[in-house]
């Protein structure tokens, strides 16, 4: 028999989605035939007012609500259900729904709290999304190509396993891009998933489905990957909050995606939310599980919150921050700048924070370092895997892969010389780090470390599709393997956000990326403008503190992300 054309497959996939939304009961309201570039108002006209509470409650909130008694876990996953309905045909950004599995674990949880008068676990009921690619048992693992449309997951993913048992109920998968190797998210299976607060522009990628459905409140937390900017890019374009972990510290096995085994720059699972504090419950839930005894690969740390990261010798919180204004490639947009002078500006005023200047080594070097080792196969495998059905090459995948002068065949010998590379180059920031503002103290220590840098997280705000074409403000934090933590700051403003026409790029990626600004600041309207902080490798805890402290005392994020 003849394998079905790469069509018949996006067509089958796309009715296998739309069948599990319309098997929500009650039904996903339809959305109106004419509609905004800024799409995050609608639901609250299609959904009941408890629905529209719910869904737009924080996540740690929801916890204790239903701890509490005051939703059953069914009331919950039904407006979820219904909301990310609606999410799906605002932005494109689901792959399926599970209405059957999501409301037979609710109503068991419900019986469970019925019975016992208290909640299974500290996740009980609360709902959770999830990247197509992490493995759910029987259900499609694509990662974004035609050819592999027909395989399934043998069994749920090891964080999934860890979720599940603190109580969550899953409902939801998402989008992802062709590859996964896309700072945006489009496949030939579902097309184009579209940001929340601008249609014209990216979600972000590569797990961008989770960005576009979170930024709808279609759901508070969700599951994305990253090993060049796949959680922040997304988070950032939604108005989110996104961590990029440290390796090794939360479970990956049970997913799906090319370049399986290799080890040079590793990709980490972790969560994109509505709020800092569902950020740190998730954290907190999967590594408390001690997910190292079963996957031995992990590094066995706890979740170490307990005792200030930021405690000084007076028992008052004190911070170093380090600000990066840019990475010496490209120079950020308008927006972006403004963002950062706010921010800084404010921190300036309050006691306990001290500011230095971040200076970037070499981060030119660190992509060609990255972008070598991404595809040591000379991208063989993404090649066989879209080629084996015949769809065409999405430009982005294209972009990554035919047109970066890094992607070549690499001998044993060239993997030993690059990862050396990688090496010598994490030694060196490394040394910048410990020289950035420090003194010897009496004991011949370094003292007044600088704790996190403050950076931008892009070259701009969400761009338009199949434009996001620079990875350095991401993906230079994977080739260090820092922990990295996105957050909502402001919005793109066309009364203060202006032209730059006096400003010279330095090479062909800036000039690309003032471009875009420069032909029309008017495509940007409305779209969330973030940052992120960076910490040293297995300070996840520290990074995550950091924005705990600076967030109480600035009052971020100034704009309204609602």
């Given amino acids: 028999m003849s394998k079905p054309s790469w069509q018949k497959v996006a067509k089958t996939a796309k009715e296998y989605r739309d069948a599990s939304i319309h098997r929500v009961d009650p039904p996903v309201p339809e959305v109106p035939a004419q509609l905004p570039l800024d799409r995050t108002e609608i639901p609250k006209y299609l959904l009941t007012t408890e629905e529209v509470l719910i869904t737009e409650t924080q996540p740690e909130e929801l916890v204790a609500s239903l701890a509490a008694g005051q939703y059953t876990s069914t009331t919950v996953i039904t407006a979820f259900l219904r909301r990310a309905g609606i999410a799906q045909a605002l932005t494109n950004c689901i792959t399926e729904l599970l209405p059957e599995r999501a409301i037979v674990r609710a109503k068991l949880l419900d019986e469970y709290y019925k019975e016992h008068r208290k909640p299974i676990g500290p996740l009980h009921g609360l709902p959770i999304s999830v990247k197509e690619h992490i493995g759910m048992k029987g259900l499609t693992l694509n990662a974004g190509f035609i050819s592999w449309w027909d395989i399934r997951g043998e069994g749920d ?170 990475d010496r490639v490209v120079r950020p947009h308008p927006p972006i700048i403004r963002a950062l002078l706010e921010v800084v500006e404010k921190l300036r005023e309050i006691e306990g924070v001290e500011l230095v200047e971040w200076e970037p080594h070499a981060h030119d070097e660190a992509w060609e370092i990255i972008s070598s080792l991404y595809f040591s196969d000379g991208a063989q495998e993404e090649s066989d895997a879209i080629e084996a059905s015949g769809e065409p090459w999405r430009p982005l995948s294209t972009f990554i892969i035919k047109e970066n002068p890094n992607v070549k065949k690499l001998s044993v010998d060239d993997i030993w010389h690059w990862t050396q590379r990688r090496e010598a180059y994490r030694s060196a920031y490394a040394k910048i780090w410990n020289d950035t503002g420090t003194s010897v103290g009496d004991t011949g220590e370094l003292e007044g470390m600088v704790d996190v840098i403050l950076c931008p997280v892009g070259p701009g705000a969400a761009p338009p599709l199949d434009c996001a074409r620079y990875w350095g403000y991401t993906s230079q934090w994977n080739i260090l393997d820092y922990p990295a933590l996105v957050f909502p700051v402001t919005k793109v403003d066309l009364g203060v956000d202006r032209v730059d026409s006096d400003y010279n790029p330095m090479n062909e990626k800036d000039e690309y990326n003032h471009e875009l600004w420069q032909s029309g600041p008017e495509k940007y309207e409305g779209a969330p403008i973030s940052l992120q902080l960076v910490g040293r490798r297995y300070e996840d805890e520290k990074v995550v503190e950091s924005l705990e402290f600076i967030k109480a005392k600035i009052g971020l994020p100034f704009a309204n992300f609602v």
């Avoid at 489009?186 to 797990?207: D, E, I, K, V, W």
């Avoid at 997304?234 to 085994?261: D, F, H, K, Q």
Wanted: hydrophobic share 35%; net charge positive; charged share 15%.
């Fill in 157 to 326: 993913a090891h964080v999934l396993k860890i979720l599940w048992n603190a109580g969550c109920v899953f409902y939801a998968r998402t989008t992802e891009p062709q590859t996964l190797m896309h700072l945006e998210t489009s496949s030939n299976l579902y097309g184009a998933t579209t940001n929340p607060f601008n249609s014209r522009l990216t979600s972000g990628g590569s797990s961008g489905g989770e960005g576009a459905l979170i930024g709808m409140r279609g759901s508070c937390l969700g599951l994305g990957t990253d090993i060049g900017g796949s959680i922040r890019s997304p988070a950032a374009n939604c108005g989110l909050y996104g961590l990029r972990p440290s390796s090794y510290r939360i479970p990956v096995e049970g997913w799906s995606a090319t370049m399986g085994g290799q080890e040079q720059v590793v990709a980490v699972l972790g969560p994109l939310s509505t709020s800092l504090d569902g950020v740190k419950m998730f954290m907190k839930t999967v590594i408390s599980a001690k997910p190292w005894l079963k996957e031995p690969s992990l590094i066995p740390i706890p979740w170490r919150d307990q005792e200030s990261w930021l405690g000084g010798s007076s028992g008052r919180k004190k911070i170093k921050i380090a600000v990066m204004w840019n």
